[in-house]
């Protein structure tokens, strides 16, 4: 019944957030600063994640390979299709769920518990809106071109590692990378990121606007973010797979 | 004026506010005083909208706030300024912004007519040259002051203030007193006080409505709550020692 109602006050807390902005300019001056902060700001641990995980998919996939059989040029191919397809939109959503969403909720969780959402609406403005829109523009706007740097980043890490360890020559891996190349794979990748961009952005506000308490139910608030925004991913990735690619 | 008419209040069993009915009047510094848990904090949040009543009225010049809809709601609240009892300043925004964001969103003033409105708000309350630090590098009172500015920046008409003085010595809880006393009179403003304190009932009390129980117990001037016989309020005004000495010393 609880999780019923959490929804009914989830969806209800959307409405407000897609209402009416009161002041465009406010908004749009919000939304860059959010670009920076949960955009920019994540640049950093997304380009150190692709570069080793891409370079762990290729050593691994170079160290299965024992039949004579399979082309080198599988190294590559296997680890451009296993970035664009599942790495880099999944793993690094899920990774950004726990950076992004956990500084949501506690950046809003603290305003609700020190009455700064209060002062908002006393003020007559609509906290929901005000607070959340931007962040869900400048997640849904910035996430793709994350997932864009991480995947030209992991295939480079996947790159230098095999190619370093003379598992597979230059020419084998970037052939590998051309084959079979289907550009819907990039369109899936990007449709999956703005979902989860939603859905880490969205999830987290919830967590966060819903406070109550002090310090230690702004934590609990966190913590429930990441959990919640992951579990959604993880189940808005399956629905979303069998949609796109089945 | 805000005409608070039989308002009502639960959360679940629980019966905070009782067809509570009371006057505020402009150009007053109007007092709500009580113990903790009485309903004061309820019966402000319904005032001003945070939390709905489950029955009742609650009127700011003859306009039903209670049986409005949320953009009607919005223009009365651009008509109110509030102090929170923990200041509430944006703390990712300077003292200037703090002033400025009321006037950024809901008026179409420029950028030089906004400073010229935060720096004038900043010299009333005594803070000039503040404008660029961020709360967390405000003492307490300067927060409040802040706060007393921000809310005044709009020209509100009416001010509600929790617990104004909650936290701060006794010299800088006179000094907000003073303060939220002199904007009313300037401004002519309905002012509402929440408070516990004693010395903000002596220093600025024009109406003081006692609130007991979620009712409103007994209303009058700070110069009848001195002589008043009612018991539950003379356990409140008189529950230190401080207060009972005075008492003897006055009588």
Redesign the interface.
Same mark, same amino acid.
Not at chain 1, 121 to 125: A, F, K, L
């Given at each position: 019944m609880s999780y019923i109602t959490s929804i009914g006050k989830y969806v209800g807390m959307m409405r407000e957030v897609f209402s009416k902005p #009161?002041?465009f300019k &406010?908004y749009y001056t919000r939304t860059i600063a959010e670009i920076n902060s949960i955009g920019i700001n994540s640049a950093g641990i997304v380009a150190i994640l692709s570069v080793f995980m891409g370079a762990v998919i290729a050593l691994q996939t170079a160290s299965n390979m024992d039949s004579p059989l399979l082309p080198k040029y599988t190294i590559g191919y296997i680890t451009r299709s296993s970035t664009i397809l599942e790495f880099s939109p999944t793993i690094i959503s899920l990774i950004l769920a726990g950076k992004v969403g956990s500084n949501i909720a506690s950046e809003i969780g603290t305003m609700k518990v020190? #009455?700064?959402i209060?002062?908002l #609406?006393?003020?007559? &403005?609509n906290s929901l809106s005000f607070l959340v829109l931007p962040k869900i523009i400048a997640a849904v706007f910035f996430f793709p071109f994350l997932i864009i740097f991480s995947m030209g980043l992991s295939i480079l890490g996947g790159y230098y590692s095999v190619t370093s360890a003379g598992l597979a020559s230059h020419e084998e891996f970037v052939f590998g990378l051309r084959a079979f190349f289907k550009s819907s794979d990039i369109v899936y990748a990007l449709v999956k990121t703005c979902v989860f961009a939603f859905i880490i952005v969205s999830v987290s506000s919830y967590f966060g606007y819903y406070t109550k308490g002090g310090a230690l139910d702004v934590g609990t608030s966190s913590t429930q973010a990441v959990v919640w925004s992951s579990i959604v991913i993880l189940m808005a990735n399956f629905v979303l797979t069998q949609l796109i690619l089945m | 004026m805000i005409e608070v008419k039989n308002i009502n209040k639960s959360f679940g069993e629980n019966h905070v506010l009782h067809d509570f009915s009371a006057q505020f009047e402009a150009g007053k510094v109007n007092l709500i005083i009580g113990q903790s848990g009485q309903g004061k904090s309820v019966l402000t949040k319904c005032i001003v909208g945070l939390m709905e009543v489950d029955s009742g009225s609650v009127l700011y010049d003859d306009r039903d706030f209670s049986k409005m809809n949320r953009k009607e709601r919005k223009e009365i609240r651009t008509e109110i300024g509030m102090l929170f009892q923990g200041s509430a300043l944006f703390d990712s925004m300077t003292v200037e912004e703090n002033i400025m964001f009321p006037l950024k969103m809901f008026t179409k003033m420029s950028k030089k007519e906004m400073l010229d409105r935060a720096n004038s708000c900043l010299e009333r309350v005594d803070l000039s040259g503040r404008n660029k630090l961020l709360p967390a590098e405000l003492s307490g009172g300067m927060m409040k002051r802040v706060a007393i500015a921000r809310a005044i920046s709009m020209n509100p008409k009416y001010l509600f203030c929790d617990e104004p003085n909650s936290g701060l010595d006794p010299s800088t809880s006179l000094l907000i007193d003073s303060l939220i006393q002199e904007i009313t009179y300037e401004y002519n403003m309905t002012t509402v006080v929440i408070t516990h304190d004693m010395n903000s009932v002596i220093e600025i009390g024009d109406h003081i409505v006692f609130i007991y129980n979620g009712r409103n117990w007994w209303q009058g001037t700070k110069e009848e709550i001195i002589k008043t016989e009612n018991q539950e309020i003379i356990d409140f005004v008189y529950a230190s020692k401080f207060m009972k000495t005075l008492k003897g010393k006055l009588a």
């Open positions: #009161e002041r &406010v020190t #009455e700064q209060d002062a #609406e006393i003020m007559g &403005v | -």
